[in-house]
């Protein structure tokens, strides 16, 4: 089309309202729940972009497919229709559903992991990470340095380091690998894409070592399309057919369908090798569920088949693509200091060029996270040493990398004056930036305590 704005490719079909806290209501929240944005009721968050996990809006088809779910608890209609739909975009031979993300990963670490392994990956997601350290192993981020770079402009900057995936096996030795993770987008690190380039040189030293290569596959069709925009040769492909291309060079893929599966819940394991599979089955019976439902109802698994064939769609990632885009653009251009370029599926926001006057300890992207709640109603989430911050045997915390605030942008929820909105919220915040004092964590659970953790202000 011959014009410049991109228009959401759908028109409204239901609407949900919003709430509108006052800023006492807000500042008396802020107090009740610790400084910690999970705390938080829905009902007192006027923008939620504390995440695009489940939070996005299903299509008519899908609520359509919903109402034709097939509820028999073996052998469901709808298990084979997400099956068949899994199997034609990934080229997989196994497909086992779980009811998210994190139980596919439960179930493939406990099969494949041992303790005292090392699990490579571009840079882990917390729970990935959290499901690694759970089977006590090691789970190691090796991302290029461009992509620790806030201001670096590599179009790939969540490629892995190939050099030094191949050093780590090295190092630790081949049999203490028990297989190469690549997350596609890298969402910890940015939501930033890793190019077919990249997956296929990680393929070729996973051969050369013989050490299975599985994907994080969330947000695999944002990936695609990144690919399809920035890497020589694929333009005129379709998304389908880079998708089609990544999954063939891997092993398998743990998947949240609550990302790229426009859907509000589910997941799923999808592999090749049939022994692994059948183990992981034996503890998905144990802990989610029969095989051809693994913890979700049939009509969850029709949503997600439904869903995964939309994500797919050109107008669709051009404009979910191009959404994130907007706000990043809406926000760097009045001076707000960002991860550029902008990821998928967020902007993050970088607290600690945006707040230099607080140190890592004191959590600068929490305390950035807060303001932006307090100034008005935005949640984001931060990315840094809360979440990512390893305490050391003297009890002081080895930072994270970055300090990051993430603005998640969910999937066709909110339009483009609700993210006007948002980018006046960030301004409004930069604009007092020298007036935000840090925070201290007054309770906090043993692993994923970003989830869960009280803070007091400094
Ligand atoms: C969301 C996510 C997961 C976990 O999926 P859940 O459905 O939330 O359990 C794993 N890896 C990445 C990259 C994710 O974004």
Redesign the pocket.
Known sequence: MPYRTIIEPFKIHTVQAINFPTLQEREAALERIGYNLFGLNGAEVIIDLLTD??TGAMSSKQWAGMMDGDESYAGSRSYYRFRDTIKDITGFAEIIPTH????A?KILFATMVSPGDVVPNNTH?D??RANVEYQEAEARDLVIAEGKDPSSMHPFKGDMDVAALERTIEQVGRDRVPLVMV?ITN??GGGQPVSMANLRAVREVCDRYDIPFFL?A??FAENAWFIKQREEGYADKTPREIAREMFSLVDGC?M????DGLANIG?FVGLNDPDVARDCRNLLILTEGFPTYGGLAGYDLEAIAQGLEEVLEETYLQYRIRSTAYLAEKVSSAGVPIVRPPGGHAVYLDAKAFLPHIPPHQYPAQALAVELYREGGVRGVEIGSVMFGRPKPDGSEEPAAMELVRLAVPRRTYTQSHIDYVGEVVIAAAERAEDIRGYRITDQAPWLRHFTARFAPL
């Open positions: 996990s489940g998210q993300g994190r139980a990963e997601f729970t990935t997350t969402n910890s994080d969330c947000r743990t949240s369908a609550k990302k997941g």
